[in-house]
């Protein structure tokens, strides 16, 4: 049964950082590309960042040269180095793996 749990998330300054985690149950971690999505409060969940199961990486263009995804496939973890944060990042941050599995989100504000 593949399980995935979000931590990390919390209440942080503008121009703070924040570093989440997603931890993940199952045999399907390293085979799998995993991201971090966020939904906003009144808008659409979106896409924040990926990583492919041999380390390519993709951002949004809003999150570019401020967060870093990275992964560490014996842990089966996923993670999200979130820097120089503004009040638009504020969101409930939900990790997906293999493009099936979603974990129940962490929220994030960020205090201007």
């Known amino acids: 049964q593949v399980q995935l749990v979000e931590s990390g998330g919390g209440l942080v300054q503008a121009g703070g950082s924040l570093r989440l985690s997603c931890a993940t149950s199952g045999s399907i971690f390293s085979v799998n590309a995993v991201g971090w999505y966020r939904r906003a409060p009144g808008k659409q969940r979106e896409l924040v960042a990926a990583?492919?199961?041999?380390?390519?990486?993709n951002y949004a263009d809003s999150v570019k040269g401020r967060f870093t995804i990275s992964r560490d496939n014996v842990k089966k973890a996923l993670y999200l180095q979130m820097s120089s944060l503004n009040p638009e990042a504020t969101a409930i941050y939900y990790c997906l793996l293999g493009g099936i599995y979603w974990g129940r989100g962490t929220q994030v504000t960020v205090s201007s």
């Open positions: 990583i492919t199961n041999d380390g390519m990486t």
